[in-house]
């Protein structure tokens, strides 16, 4: 798929993909609908415990992330919690937003391991919007599993897509590295 030449994209083709993608699928202009994080916070659930928590000092301070992968460190025990929260505060400009689906894919070691996908219908215009999202950790792969029994590093990548109204506004790529610390 070229970089910001295939506007036809929509949520069903994401949930088809089988690998992390290689380029950014849309630019921050593309983002008519001004929608900016401003913080979040990553956490289990069941122990308490957080792993990682960010507040912006401006709505602008992520935009370059837009074409810059963002690249995170976190703890081993982050991939053997039984249940994920991650809570998103984000603004939105001067346009509702009708119809936002925010989909999350997950890989380990190029495989594919967690989708997530999450509908919203409707987000007031110049507002700033908390929502946190609860899901499950999936199986991990027996080499992944091998590899924290080892105490070696265990990469991941993912995308994160949202759309409004069926059309890709933002594209995230993220790259991580768990630890045994």
Do not use: C, W
Not at 56 to 77: C, R, V
Not at 85 to 100: A, H, I, P, R
Not at 126 to 132: A, D, F, L, P
Request: aromatic share 16%; glycine share 2%; no cysteine.
């Amino acid at each position: 798929m070229d970089s910001y030449k295939d506007k036809s994209l929509k949520p069903d083709d994401v949930l088809k993909m089988e690998k992390p993608t290689n380029e950014f699928l849309v630019e921050l202009k593309d983002n008519e609908y001004g929608i900016r994080f401003i913080g979040f916070k990553i956490r289990d659930i069941d122990q308490g415990d957080t792993f990682h928590e960010f507040k912006a000092q401006n709505i602008y301070d992520l935009d370059y992330f837009a074409d810059h992968e963002l690249n995170y460190t976190f703890p081993q025990k982050m991939l053997t919690a039984k249940t994920i929260g991650t809570n998103l505060t984000f603004v939105v400009g001067d346009k509702e937003v009708k119809n936002l689906d925010f989909i999350e894919r997950h890989y380990v070691d190029d495989q594919l391991m967690a989708n997530y996908a999450f509908k919203f219908p409707f987000f007031m215009p110049n507002t700033e919007n908390n929502i946190e999202f609860i899901y499950p950790i999936p199986n991990l792969s027996e080499q992944a599993k091998a590899k924290i029994k080892n105490k070696e590093d265990v990469f991941a990548k993912s995308d994160t897509f949202i759309f409004v109204n069926q059309k890709l506004i933002i594209h995230r790529r993220a790259n991580y590295q768990y630890i045994d610390y």
